[in-house]
C-alpha cells in the first residue's frame, strides 16, 4: 500500500480547500459580513495543513486501484469535515452531526438540509453550501488531475474512482487534458446558466447560487420556498440547465468538436431524453386538474421532472401534495438519475440500459437457447464484465438500501418517509415525501439516522464500492498490520 | 499551482498500432517524453492493460481500417506507428494512415522478404522511417562480435565513430588514475564519456579517478578505440569463428553480416525445414539441425573451443541459460538477446556480459526521429542512444544553422552540468573538441548527457 502518496494526494485535496474557501470571504466582503474572519482562519488552516501534507514527494508515485479507491473516500471525508468546520463556528449550525450532514449533502450534490430556515444563514455560507455543489459536482479529485501537475498513469485510478458510470473513459490521451476539458465544459455552462438567469432579472447573488447549485446538481435553495418564489422564466431556465447537466459530458466534448449528430447518437443520452419526455407527458396529464392552465401544470411538471431525474432537488411546488400516479413516476426517477459522466447522481440510465439489453438477451435465449447474442450499446460490444459489475452494482445498491431503510425504521416513522429519505440521500437528490418532502427537511431524524444518511451520501456519490472497500479488512490489515511490522522491521535493523 | 506549469511540455500526437512488446516499449518512453498517445489493437485486452499502465488512450479495432484510425483521431496526428506482428498489416496501416491525413509514418518490417525492398518501400509508400529491430539487433551483435572485449559498440557518425562500453579489471593499470592524467600514461586519442561505479552514473571530468571493476564507455573513431583498448591490456582482435543457436530472422541477419566480414558461422536449429531455407540463403554457413539447447550437441559442435556464442532463439530464458552455460563450460565471447523480460535488475546480477535488447534499439531509433520532428528548424537529431539502463543518453545533433551554440568556442559556451560535449564530426573528420574549438553550421556533434529530452542542439547550453 502506498500510503505516502495517499497522503500527497490528501494533502494536495485541503489545500485545494483553503483556495475554495477563500471565495465565500470574498463574498463576505461584498456584504461587509462578520463571518470574514471565520472563513480566513479556516482557510488559512487548511493552506498550512494541506501545504504541509503535500510538501514532501511520495518516494514512489505508483498506485492501484485500491489506492485510488482509498484515497477518494478519504479525500471526500476530510474534505466534508473541513467544509463543515465554519458552519459550526459560526454558530449557525452548531451540532457537528448536523454541519456535517450539511456539508456532506453539499459536497455529494444531494442537497438535503437540516436547516429549517435557510433563510437565517448569512450570505458567506449561503453561498458556501452552494459551492460545495460545484466543487462536488465534477468532482474535487478531477478538478485536482486538472490543475496539479502530477504525472503518471496512476492517478486514472483517481478519476476511476471519483467518476460516475460503469465505465469511465477519456475524452484525450492525456488524463490531464481530460480533466480539463470537462472542467472548462462545466465552468462554461455555468455561467451560460449565471448569464441566462441574470437576464431573466434575478438578483446576482440569487442567480450566482442558483446556477452553481444546478451545475452540481445539488440542490440547496437560498429561499426557504427553494426556486418556487421566483419568476416563471427563471424556472424554466433552471429547468433546461437541470437537464443539461444531466446529460454525459461526453455529448458536449462531440458538439464542441462539431460533431453534434454524433452527441444525439448516445444511446445513454436519447433514453434519458425519452425518459424526460415522458414523464413530463404523463405528470402533466395527472396534475392538470389542480391548475388553471396547462402551461402553469407543464412548467411545475417539467422543473420537478427535471429536479429529479437529474438529482438536483429543487421545488417550485409540494409535489407531496400531488396525485399518487405523479408520485410514484417522480419516485422512479429518482432511482434512475442522470447520464454516466455528468454531475447527476442515481444509479445512472446507462446502468438501465445496460440491465434492459442484459433481460432482453435473457428472454430471447429462453426462446432460441443456443443464439448467440452480444449486447452493444452504441455499436460497441459491452464486455461482460462490465455487464457483471452492472449487475453486481444493482444488488449492493438496494442491500444497502434495504439495510438503511431497517437502520430508519427505528425512529417509528411512517414507511412513505422511511422509503423516501433514503432514495433522496442515497441518489443524491435531497427532497423525497412525506416527512421528507419538499417543504421540509432532514432536521427531526436522531443522530444516527443522520450517520447512516452521511454514509449514504457518500456511497451514493462515489458509486457504493470505493466506499465500501473501506470497510474490507484487507485493507485494514494492509494498512495497520504491515505498518506496524514494518515499524518492527526497521526497530530491528537499528 | 494554477499558473502554467513547464514540466509537461506539450508533445506530439502519435497513434501507436499494435500493443506487443515493442507497442509498450514505445508507449513507455514516449509516454515519459510527454507525447499525447493513442494505441490501437485488435484485442481489446491487450489496449485496456496499455491504458491502465500508461495516460494514454486505447482504441480497439483493426489498426489498418479508415474508420478506426477515425476514431483513434488520425485527421490530428503527427505521427503513426505501426508495430503489429505483421510487415504486410503494418504497411497497410501506413498507406491508408497516410492518405487519411498528412502524418508521418513508421513502420516496422522485418521479414529477410522485403529487405531489398526498403529504399523503394520508403520512397513510394512515403514512410518516414522502416524499422527492422532483428536487423539492428544483428549489427549490433556484429559490431560487438568486431571487438569481442567490449560489452556494447554503437556507433555514430556513419559508423565512423564509435561508443564502446567495457568493464576494467581490478588490475587495470588506469587503476586510480586521474582521466586529465591519462596522457601521461598512455598514447590515445580517444574520449570517457560516463562510468558507471556501484550502480551510480557519473559523466567524468579531468579530475575523475578511475577505479579498477568500473564500468566505462568511451568515444573515438573505430582505430583510435582499439588502439586505446590495446593499450591498457585488452585483447582486441576480433572473432574468428561463431556459433549461434536458433536460426530466426536476427540469426539470419547476422550470420549474413558476418560472412560478409570473413567470420565462420555455424547455425544449430531445430526445423528441419528452416535449416534448409537457411543453407540456400546461406550458404558459407554450415547449419546444424537438431535441439541447441542440448548440452551434448552443444559440445559435439565444439562450444568449449568457439571464439563467440550467440543464442538467439525465441525464449529469452533459453538464451540466458545457454549464455550462463556457454560461460562455464568455454572461454567464449557471449552475446544474449533478450527481447521480453523485464527482469533488468535480476539480469544486471547475473553476470551475463554483453545483453542486447531489440525493443529498445526499436524504440530509440524511433524517438530520435520524434524528438528532431520537435526540434525547430536548426537542427536535427541524427542518431540517440540510452546507456546504462536509461539513465545517460548519447545524441549525434546536425547542426543546420546558425544558433547561440555556434562561433563561440566551448568554453565560452554555458553548457549544462553532467553533459559531454564528445566529438565533432566537420566534412568527415571526427575529432574531439577541446575549450578552444567551434561548433559549425554542418558539424554533426557528439554529446553525452544524464539529462533527457532533449531535441535541439541549443538545448546544451545551460
Redesign the interface.
Same mark, same amino acid.
Given at each position: 500500500m502506498n500510503t505516502s502518496m495517499i497522503r500527497l494526494i490528501l494533502g494536495h485535496v485541503i489545500r485545494l480547500e483553503g483556495f475554495f474557501l477563500l471565495l465565500p470571504c470574498v463574498i463576505a466582503l461584498i456584504y461587509k459580513e462578520d463571518q470574514l474572519s471565520t472563513y480566513l482562519i479556516i482557510a488559512g488552516v487548511c493552506l498550512i495543513i494541506g501545504s504541509l501534507l503535500s510538501h514532501k514527494k511520495a518516494k514512489d508515485n505508483v498506485f492501484y486501484l485500491k489506492e485510488g479507491c482509498i484515497a477518494t473516500v478519504l479525500s471526500w471525508m476530510v474534505l466534508s469535515f473541513f467544509g463543515a468546520l465554519p458552519f459550526m463556528m459560526t454558530g449557525e449550525i452548531p451540532s457537528f452531526t448536523d454541519a456535517i450532514f450539511e456539508t456532506v449533502s453539499g459536497f455529494t450534490t444531494t442537497g438535503a438540509s437540516i436547516l429549517t430556515d435557510v433563510e437565517a444563514l448569512c450570505h458567506t455560507s449561503l453561498f458556501w453550501r452552494s459551492f460545495t455543489h460545484w466543487i462536488g459536482g465534477m468532482g474535487v479529485l478531477v478538478f485536482l488531475l486538472a490543475v496539479v501537475p502530477m504525472s503518471g498513469a496512476s492517478h486514472f485510478n483517481l478519476m476511476r474512482a471519483e467518476s460516475p458510470g460503469p465505465s469511465v473513459g477519456k475524452l484525450v490521451p492525456k488524463l490531464r487534458y481530460t480533466a480539463r476539458i470537462l472542467y472548462i465544459i462545466y465552468f462554461a455552462l455555468t455561467i451560460a446558466e449565471l448569464v441566462a438567469l441574470l437576464i431573466a432579472k434575478m438578483p446576482w447573488f440569487d442567480a450566482l447560487c442558483i446556477s452553481i447549485g444546478t451545475a452540481g446538481t445539488g440542490g440547496f435553495g437560498i429561499l426557504n420556498s427553494s426556486v418556487g418564489g421566483y419568476s416563471t422564466t427563471v424556472q424554466w431556465i433552471v429547468t433546461i440547465f437541470m437537464i443539461l447537466f444531466g446529460i454525459n459530458f461526453n455529448a458536449y466534448y462531440l458538439i464542441l468538436f462539431g460533431e453534434a449528430k454524433k452527441a444525439f447518437q448516445i444511446e445513454e443520452v436519447r433514453a434519458f431524453l425519452l425518459i424526460v419526455l415522458a414523464a413530463i407527458i404523463f405528470i402533466t396529464n395527472d396534475i392538470r386538474g389542480l391548475y388553471d392552465t396547462l402551461f402553469e401544470a407543464l412548467t411545475d411538471a417539467s422543473f420537478q421532472v427535471a429536479s429529479l431525474i437529474s438529482s438536483t432537488g429543487f421545488a417550485t411546488t409540494d409535489f407531496d401534495m400531488w396525485p399518487g400516479f405523479s408520485k410514484t413516476i417522480l419516485v422512479l426517477l429518482m432511482f434512475i438519475g442522470a447520464c454516466a459522466g455528468s454531475t447527476g447522481g442515481g444509479i445512472k440510465v446507462s446502468r438501465f440500459v445496460i440491465v434492459g439489453k442484459a433481460i432482453k438477451k435473457e428472454l430471447h435465449s429462453y426462446i432460441h437457447p443456443r443464439s448467440v447474442k452480444q449486447i452493444t450499446m452504441d455499436e460497441k460490444e459491452v464486455d461482460p464484465s462490465v455487464i457483471r459489475s452492472v449487475n453486481t452494482y444493482m444488488i449492493t445498491f438496494f442491500t444497502i438500501f434495504v439495510l438503511s431503510i431497517l437502520i430508519i425504521a427505528l425512529e417509528e416513522k411512517d414507511l412513505v418517509t422511511n422509503f423516501t429519505s433514503v432514495i433522496a440521500t442515497m441518489n443524491n437528490i435531497g427532497p423525497g415525501l412525506s416527512m421528507v418532502g419538499p417543504t421540509q427537511n432532514f432536521a427531526h431524524f436522531t443522530d444516527l439516522s443522520k450517520w447512516v444518511f452521511i454514509f449514504n451520501m457518500l456511497a451514493g456519490r462515489l458509486e457504493l464500492f470505493p466506499m465500501l472497500i473501506m470497510f474490507h479488512p484487507a485493507i485494514w490489515h494492509e494498512l495497520i498490520v504491515k505498518g506496524v511490522r514494518k515499524k518492527r522491521i526497521l526497530k530491528n535493523k537499528l | 499551482?494554477?499558473g502554467i506549469?513547464k /514540466?509537461?511540455k506539450h508533445g506530439l500526437?502519435i497513434i501507436i498500432i499494435g500493443c506487443g512488446k515493442v507497442g509498450r516499449t514505445l508507449v513507455d518512453q514516449l509516454?515519459q517524453e510527454g507525447h499525447?498517445? /493513442?494505441v490501437i489493437d485488435k484485442v481489446?485486452k491487450k489496449v485496456q492493460d496499455v491504458?491502465?499502465?500508461?495516460?494514454?488512450?486505447g482504441v480497439c479495432g483493426n489498426g489498418a481500417s479508415f474508420s478506426t484510425q477515425i476514431e483513434a483521431g488520425i485527421k490530428d496526428a503527427d505521427l503513426v506507428i505501426a508495430v503489429t506482428g505483421s510487415d504486410e498489416l503494418n504497411l497497410l496501416c501506413c498507406t491508408i494512415a497516410k492518405q487519411a491525413s498528412d502524418c508521418s509514418v513508421i513502420a516496422r518490417v522485418r521479414t529477410p522478404d522485403y529487405n531489398e525492398d526498403i529504399p523503394y518501400l520508403r520512397e513510394k509508400l512515403g514512410l518516414a522511417r522502416i524499422i527492422n529491430p532483428e536487423l539492428e539487433a544483428a549489427k549490433e551483435v556484429a559490431r560487438i562480435l568486431y571487438m569481442p572485449a567490449a560489452l556494447e559498440v554503437s556507433s555514430f557518425a556513419h559508423d565512423q565513430a564509435e561508443i564502446v562500453k567495457i568493464k576494467l579489471p581490478e588490475d587495470t593499470i588506469l587503476h586510480e588514475l586521474k582521466i586529465m592524467d591519462m596522457g601521461k600514461r598512455i598514447n590515445h586519442n580517444i574520449l570517457i564519456c560516463a562510468v558507471e561505479r556501484d550502480g551510480e552514473v557519473y559523466i567524468p571530468s579531468g579530475n575523475f579517478e578511475l577505479r579498477g571493476g568500473d564500468i566505462m564507455s568511451f568515444v573515438g573513431t573505430r582505430k583510435n578505440c582499439a588502439r586505446f583498448m590495446k593499450e591498457i591490456g585488452f585483447d582486441t582482435h576480433r572473432v574468428h569463428d561463431t556459433l549461434i543457436v536458433g536460426g530466426g530472422k536476427a540469426a539470419f541477419y547476422l550470420a549474413d553480416q558476418l560472412l560478409r566480414a570473413g567470420i565462420a558461422v555455424k547455425i544449430i536449429e531445430n526445423d528441419v525445414k528452416r535449416c534448409e531455407e537457411l543453407s540456400t540463403l546461406l550458404p558459407e554457413a554450415i547449419i546444424i539441425n537438431g535441439d541447441g539447447t542440448d548440452e551434448a550437441l552443444l559440445q559435439e559442435e565444439g562450444l568449449a573451443t568457439a571464439e563467440s556464442f550467440v543464442p538467439l532463439t525465441g525464449i529469452d530464458e533459453e538464451n540466458i541459460m545457454l549464455t550462463l552455460h556457454a560461460k562455464q563450460v568455454s572461454n567464449a565471447k557471449a552475446i544474449t538477446k533478450i527481447n521480453r523480460i523485464s527482469f533488468k535488475t535480476v539480469l544486471s546480477t547475473l553476470d551475463l556480459g554483453s545483453v542486447i535488447y531489440p525493443k529498445y534499439i526499436t524504440s530509440e531509433k524511433i524517438i530520435a526521429y520524434v524528438r528532431a520532428k520537435l526540434a525547430s528548424k536548426d537542427s536535427n537529431i541524427e542518431t540517440l542512444y540510452h546507456m546504462f539502463d536509461s539513465r545517460v543518453e548519447a545524441i549525434e545533433f546536425l547542426v543546420k544553422e546558425d544558433s547561440e551554440v555556434t562561433s563561440k568556442t566551448l568554453l565560452e559556451l554555458q553548457l549544462k552540468k553532467n553533459l559531454l560535449v564528445c566529438f565533432i564530426s566537420r566534412k568527415g573528420r571526427i575529432f574531439i573538441p577541446t575549450g578552444q574549438d567551434t561548433i559549425q553550421v554542418g558539424d554533426e556533434v557528439m554529446v553525452v548527457t544524464t539529462h533527457s529530452g532533449f531535441n535541439d542542439v541549443t538545448d546544451i547550453l545551460a
Open positions: - | 499551482m494554477f506549469d /514540466t509537461i500526437n509516454c499525447d498517445i /493513442t481489446s491504458a491502465n499502465l500508461y495516460d494514454v488512450m
